[in-house]
């Protein structure tokens, strides 16, 4: 997505899918790589032309404030929030 320009803008556990099997484990494909996708696609676009909401949930961090542009990097900087504090409770 960065390569093309485009963001999520909403990157977080929720909007991420995982195909797990019945012990909740992840499906490898074929590669041996766990298939992740990303959904909820709806403040997403071109970096620069999409901003955030005015009104949202601030017991959140978000990379820019509320109306701002929403920019390459953003993303990665929102995963960076909860990534680690979510894997270390596993």
């Known amino acids: 997505m960065e390569k093309e320009k485009l963001v999520h803008s909403d990157i977080r556990p929720n909007n991420l899918m995982i195909k797990i099997d019945k012990d909740g ?5 074929e590669k041996g790589d766990v298939c992740l996708k990303i ?9 620069g032309e999409v901003y955030y909401p ?3 949930n601030n017991s959140i961090f978000w990379p820019a404030g509320p109306g701002e542009a ?3 990097g953003h ?3 929102l995963v960076g929030e909860w990534f680690d504090q ?3 409770t596993i």
């Open 25 to 29: 484990q992840p499906i490898p494909n």
């Open 39 to 47: 959904i909820d696609f709806d403040r997403g676009g071109k970096s």
């Open 54 to 56: 005015l009104e949202r």
């Open 70 to 72: 929403i920019v390459v």
């Open 75 to 77: 993303d990665r900087e």
């Open 86 to 88: 979510l894997f270390d």
